[in-house]
């Protein structure tokens, strides 16, 4: 098992950065593909990032390639999401996600497909 707790989130202007950190527990992290996901207000869950468990496969939903970046530090059992360029249209409540994946290399988009889910932070970007 896995637990997952999200930080980072916050307020800032269009234009501007923030950089979420996912600290997960557990001592086989390198064993789980980890994913991001966001939410807002009266919306679906909708994919953002996702990362294969050794970081080497790596794959973002359109409306943010190009502006996110997502990585891994397996011996801080941590992934990350640096959002630059936001946008008021990012605002969402955002959840790290884990799925059990061992030497695949794969990633995963569905958000069905994720076994362990954050709390989530709130991303607000004002216009």
């Known amino acids: 098992q896995v637990q997952l707790v999200e930080s980072g989130g916050g307020l800032v202007q269009a234009g501007g950065s923030l950089r979420l950190s996912c600290a997960a527990s557990g001592r086989i992290f390198s064993n789980y593909a980890m994913g991001w996901f966001r939410q807002a207000p009266g919306k679906e869950r909708e994919f953002v990032a996702a990362i294969s468990q050794s970081g080497s496969n790596i794959d973002y939903a359109d409306s943010v390639k190009g502006r996110f970046t997502i990585s891994r530090d397996n011996a801080k059992n941590t992934v990350y999401l640096q959002m630059n360029s936001l946008r008021p249209e990012d605002t969402a409540v955002y959840y790290c996600?884990?799925?059990?994946?061992?030497?695949?290399?794969?990633?995963?988009?569905?958000?069905?497909?994720?076994?362990?889910w954050g709390q989530g932070t709130q991303v607000t970007a004002s216009s």
């Open positions: 996600a884990a799925v059990w994946s061992p030497a695949s290399g794969r990633y995963f988009y569905r958000a069905e497909e994720y076994g362990y």
